[in-house]
């Protein structure tokens, strides 16, 4: 198991608050020695503000888009590789997101589509769909939207990225990588999956206190506040610990197939009730072009868009690098926001949306993506 991320909250009132960012920087470097120093591998920092709608509110369109400019070559003074300016929920704010995503190469950010309170905010939502289209239009490979998405119900307490946020007082969460400990319970089950829940449920109990245990420690340390582990089953590159793989192990058949939806819910039952603090999403994730296996699988068409959506319903983080016809309407995609927004409200779950479509190819063709993140597969048709 890996640490995926530490991910550094901080408030801000005003983009000059540079003083906040670099001292996020420095805990985020000091918590990551710690944790090396006790053996555990930590893949990434990352800073999460605020929704830039706070901070920004007074400036003009190109004021804004200059100023995030600004605060993306501090961080790159600072060997910040990660940094999200939180979300937008006004649509004429959505709207200057492709601009934003043009001009920058690692700052993420997200929209806000619907929560418990407010309800589904369809302006929000055919805006964002504009934004995702325009994205693919308007950056290299459409590769833009790797760093945007639309969400509804989601908390500020997720560490992930782009979907992450932050609120109140500087705070600290990680986000895990442990594939390889469901590979593990999941191969030695001999397709019981009563027992590979209970194999799982031991091993993330073990696995996570010991995490937990460091992150408190540092919390006490440093004096900043500890949110949690974000216990979402994130994918790693390496083939032999797909989560796609990790379930045919159990399932004795492909990922798409009858009994995916039963893993499903039982990855997320664990996943949620491992006795540590936990926070965010805490569900299982399936980005097909992030994992060997589930872009394999879209390969051989065992699964859609529409299983995704199902899946969704008893378990983690709605349709994550999701590639789709390049030249798909706008309304087409507002459909499928829609349908993320209906899902988190209606089930009380936080779900998000990064969807790729594909500039100049169709449903059937193979993505070309050039980039240490992403795996190549096949584009999802739409109907």
Request: aromatic letters at 8%; charged letters at 20%.
């Amino acid at each position: 198991m890996k640490i995926r991320t530490i991910t550094t909250g901080i408030s801000l009132a005003s983009p000059k608050e540079k003083d906040k960012i670099r001292q996020a920087a420095e805990f985020n470097q000091q918590a990551k020695i710690l944790f090396e120093q006790f053996g555990n591998e930590v893949q990434t920092t990352r800073i999460a503000t605020n929704s830039w709608e706070e901070y920004l509110h007074d400036l003009s369109p190109k004021e804004i888009v200059k100023t995030i400019q600004n605060l993306e070559k501090f961080c790159d003074e600072l060997n910040i590789n990660f940094f999200n300016i939180g979300y937008a929920s006004s649509p004429e704010k959505i709207a200057l997101i492709p601009e934003i995503k043009k001009s920058t190469s690692l700052i993420f950010s997200s929209s806000k589509i619907g929560d418990q309170e407010t309800g589904i905010n369809y302006e929000s939502i055919l805006e964002s769909a504009k934004t995702i289209k325009r994205i693919s239009q308007e950056t290299e490979n459409g590769y833009g939207n790797f760093r945007f998405c639309a969400w509804a119900n989601c908390s500020s307490t997720i560490p992930f990225f782009p979907a992450a946020y932050h609120e109140g007082n500087t705070s600290f969460a990680l986000g895990i990588e442990c594939s390889d400990l469901v590979m593990k319970s999941f191969a030695t089950a001999n397709n019981d999956i009563q027992l590979a829940e209970n194999n799982l449920q031991l091993l993330l109990k073990e696995e996570l206190n010991k995490i937990a245990d460091i992150g408190e420690k540092i919390s006490a340390q440093f004096g900043v506040n500890y949110n949690g582990i974000d216990t979402s089953l994130a994918p790693p590159l390496e083939r032999q610990e797909s989560i796609a793989f990790a379930y045919e192990k159990l399932m004795n058949s492909k990922f798409g197939y009858q009994g995916t939806l039963t893993v499903s819910g039982m990855l997320t039952r664990v996943l949620k009730s491992v006795p540590v603090k936990i926070c965010g999403y805490s569900g299982l994730m399936l980005p097909v072009c992030e994992d060997v296996g589930l872009a394999a699988r879209a390969n051989e068409q065992t699964y859609d868009i529409t299983n995704l959506l199902l899946y969704s319903a008893v378990c983690g983080c709605g349709l994550d690098t999701v590639p789709i016809p390049g030249n798909i309407s706008t309304e087409k995609i507002a459909a499928i926001l829609m349908d993320i927004a209906t899902l988190a409200i209606k089930l009380d779950k936080p779900l998000s949306a990064r969807l790729f479509p594909i500039p100049g190819k169709e449903a059937g063709e193979m993505t070309a993506f050039n980039s240490p993140y992403l795996v190549d597969c096949q584009i999802f048709a739409v109907n």
